[in-house]
């Protein structure tokens, strides 16, 4: 069941719409319009992006710079994000691009590690108080140690005093009150864990410079009654992976719902796991197949069921801009995001058995949860029987 005050499906209120419609208090946002699904991209690579590579990436709304950007060429990722927003806006000005900082994961690679103590990573006292680590490799934060605490907050201010940096992006909220933590160390050093690292957040927020931006890795549909949806107290808006799953698919849509009515942006991750690249032996190959109605209907359509201002869509597969993995991130090559939108007619309606619909100026959605598939029909193309 859905967490108690989230919006129910096809429940709209009028009067939100008229107040998002009208959102030019959020100057910090991205450029947003009807026109077309507007795009983000999430991208890492060790080295320099090619001049395609950061024309594609320049032509997207919102650029999220991964982690281990450029390291590899320019010594640090620090370093080498600077250099890629730099080139990116020199294409697209408008473009905002968000730095990655990870929650709970410490990673190599940055200038800001010369200055990270061990003691601040988190011991496992089952384990002779050794240091904890996720996948076995790497440590972990411990945000209810008050240095800690300063020296990561300062990492992130230290990148958005960079005018080509326009927000912050946190990964592994989740992982602040993990069910692994909560095994190892109980579930009252966890809550008190997920309160300090509340408590980290509000400071960045605090702190934050006016006019940047803070975007989380926080809605997810099935933590918690309310599916994390407490923690956009202290952010912008929220990126969605994981969401797609049947028994979770209406709570994420109608997280999605809700935030948006609210005023917050959204990123949604609209990659399939479960897509085949048999066959497909080159990058375009792997675009002709994306661009099929069988694989983008789906998780465009969900998206659009709920699409306000400022939602951003990304289609792609993978992160790894190397060339050798084949990445597909630049949404421009899909003609099911690049063709017309327009405004929608109303908000989504519900059937009762997992239909969903909903009408814009030249375009038809619809989607069936249970069955995950969905169908995107151009209102131009379609027969008089069919509108």
């Known amino acids: 069941m859905m967490g108690e005050g989230l919006l129910r499906l096809g429940a709209m209120d009028e009067a939100a719409d008229d107040e998002i419609d009208d959102a030019t208090d959020k100057q910090c946002y991205p450029e947003w319009s009807w026109d077309r699904v507007r795009t983000y991209a999430a991208i890492r690579r060790g080295d320099d992006y090619s001049d395609e590579q950061i024309r594609e990436l320049a032509a997207q709304d919102v650029v999220m710079l991964e982690k281990m950007n450029g390291h590899e060429t320019h010594g640090s990722v620090e370093r080498g994000t600077l250099v890629a927003a730099r080139r990116i806006k020199a294409v697209n000005s408008k473009v905002k691009i968000l730095f990655y900082l990870n929650t709970m994961i410490h990673y190599g690679g940055y200038d800001a590690n010369e200055y990270f103590r061990e003691e601040w990573a988190l011991h496992n006292p089952n384990r002779d108080n050794e240091p904890f680590r996720w996948r076995g490799k790497h440590l972990s934060y411990d945000h209810t140690n008050s240095e800690f605490q300063e020296w990561w907050i300062q990492r992130g201010l230290d990148m958005l005093a960079h005018d080509e940096i326009d927000g912050i992006f946190i990964d592994a909220i989740c992982k602040t009150h993990h069910a692994s933590l909560r095994r190892i160390l109980g579930r009252s050093w966890v809550e008190k864990h997920a309160a300090a690292y509340l408590d980290t957040t509000r400071q960045l927020r605090e702190r934050l410079p006016f006019g940047k931006i803070l975007i989380g890795n926080v809605l997810r549909a099935g933590n918690g009654p ?162």
């Not at 991750?269 to 690249?277: H, I, P, Y």
């Not at 969900?302 to 190397?322: E, I, K, R, T």
């Open 226 to 387: 309310d599916g994390n949806y407490e923690n956009l107290q202290y952010l912008d808006g929220s990126y969605l992976e994981n969401w797609s799953d049947p028994q979770n698919l209406s709570m994420s849509i109608q997280l999605m719902a809700k935030a948006l009515k609210e005023g917050n942006m959204i990123m949604l991750n609209g990659v399939m796991d479960d897509t085949n690249f048999e066959g497909c032996d080159s990058l375009d190959d792997r675009y002709r197949l994306l661009n099929q109605p069988e694989y983008i209907d789906f998780p465009l359509g969900c998206f659009l069921l709920v699409v306000q201002p400022h939602a951003y869509f990304s289609y792609h597969a993978g992160v790894d801009a190397n060339p050798r993995r084949l990445t597909v991130f630049d949404n421009t090559r899909f003609d099911a995001i690049t063709r017309k939108l327009g405004r929608p007619l109303g908000d989504y309606v519900d059937d009762g058995v997992g239909g969903l619909s909903r009408e814009f100026d030249h375009l038809k959605v619809h989607v069936d949860i249970n069955m995950r598939r969905g169908k995107l029909s151009v209102k131009d193309k379609l027969g008089d029987d069919e509108l």
